[in-house]
Structure formats: C-alpha cells, structure tokens
C-alpha cells in the first residue's frame, strides 16, 4: 500500500483498534472546527477500501447436538493457558468451510495515526518470511508467474480482472504495482465494491 505521506505503513480496521481501545479520530477543516456529513452528522476521517478474494470462512465448529466445541487455549510457546484462579481459558475450536466459488470482498483500512488512543508499542510485527520465500521462488522460476489465477473464474468485468492478475503478478515477484492511466485505481475499487456487494447479496 502507497504510504501517502505516512511516516510509518501501519495500517488496520476499525475493529482492530476498537479492540485496542482506539476511536477514530473527527475530519477537520483548515480552521481546525469539525466537519459534518451531508445529513448534519459528525465527520469521520475516511479511510481507504481494499478488495480482497474470499476463498471461504472461518465458523465456529458444533456437534451433533448443536453446541459449539470448544479447546483449551494455548500461548505462544504452545503452553495451556490457565486463569488467575487456575482455571482453563477455553476458546471455540474453528473449521475453515470453503465457498463454492471464490468472493471479492471489501474491508477499509486506516493508518494508526487516523486514530485517538492508540498504542504502536502494541503493534506486533506480521511475519514476512513466506511472502519472501514465495518472491525468491518466483524469482528463481519467472515461468510460474504465467500460471492461471483464482481471480479468472470470477463473474466480473474482463479489463477488472486483467488488472487483479497484473497486481497478483506484481506481488509475487516482488516489484511495485501501477496502475495504468486509461484504467485509475479508484475506479477499480469502486467497481470492485459494487461487485463484491452484488456477490455477497447472491451468495446469502
């Protein structure tokens, strides 16, 4: 993602840091003085809309009787997590069910500094190392660059789609993606989110 003037690229959802105990931070004008929506209602600083390909979900699993499964938790090292008063912290155990057929969806994203309360030092740092070992193996095998892409089978406009593969193509080997001129970014994402509404409506 372009920095856009940001000096950090820390970037996360609302949910994100709301968990954190952040709030999003009001729009303002030159003057300093909050803005308002259209409808007389607070403004809040805009973030920005990333689509993504959903390959299915993750869902509470049950048996067979209906009631939710549930482990004991583990910590990083592997060790079982107990309360202060010795008891099992326990969680639902999860099973990935896969849609029939791939979804583009959407989720905003917003830099840290768009936020009020919210602590870096509580960022953990995201594990680059299989994204580099998959860049080294396409550097090493530029042929697989041409393999065909998930995003081929997805019902949505031809010129879209030879973008998604152009960007995919560009996120394997490791080199910045631009958008060409005759085809802006923000109408990508714009038409990306119409689609991925249409989908989302077809697939309830």
């Known amino acids: 993602m372009a920095l856009k003037g940001y000096e950090s690229n820390t970037f996360l959802t609302m949910e994100e840091a709301n968990k954190m105990g952040a709030t999003l931070k009001k729009e303002l004008d030159e003057n300093g003085k909050e803005k308002l929506t259209a409808n007389g209602k607070t403004a809040y600083v805009k973030g920005v ?19 939710t499964v549930q482990v004991q938790a583990k910590d990083k090292e592997g060790k079982l997590k107990f309360d202060e008063n010795g008891k099992p912290i326990m969680r639902d155990l999860k099973e990935f069910i896969p849609h029939k057929e791939p ?14 309360n919210l602590d870096p030092s509580k960022f953990k740092a995201k594990d680059m190392n299989k994204v580099h070992q998959k860049r080294e193996y396409f550097a090493k095998n530029p042929e ?27 996120f394997k080997a490791g080199k910045n993606y631009e958008v060409v001129k005759q085809f802006k970014e923000k109408n990508l994402f714009k ?10 409506s077809i697939s309830m």
């Open 103 to 116: 979804i583009i969806e959407t989720t905003t994203l917003y830099h840290s500094s768009q936020f009020n």
């Open 49 to 67: 809309k990333i689509p993504y390909i959903e390959k299915g979900k993750w869902v509470p699993q049950v048996d067979k009787n209906g009631n």
């Open 191 to 200: 038409t990306l989110d119409m689609k991925a509404k249409k989908q989302s």
């Open 144 to 170: 697989a660059l041409n393999k065909t892409e998930m995003v081929n089978s997805l019902t949505i406009n031809s010129k879209i789609i030879e973008k998604l593969n152009n960007f995919l193509k560009s």
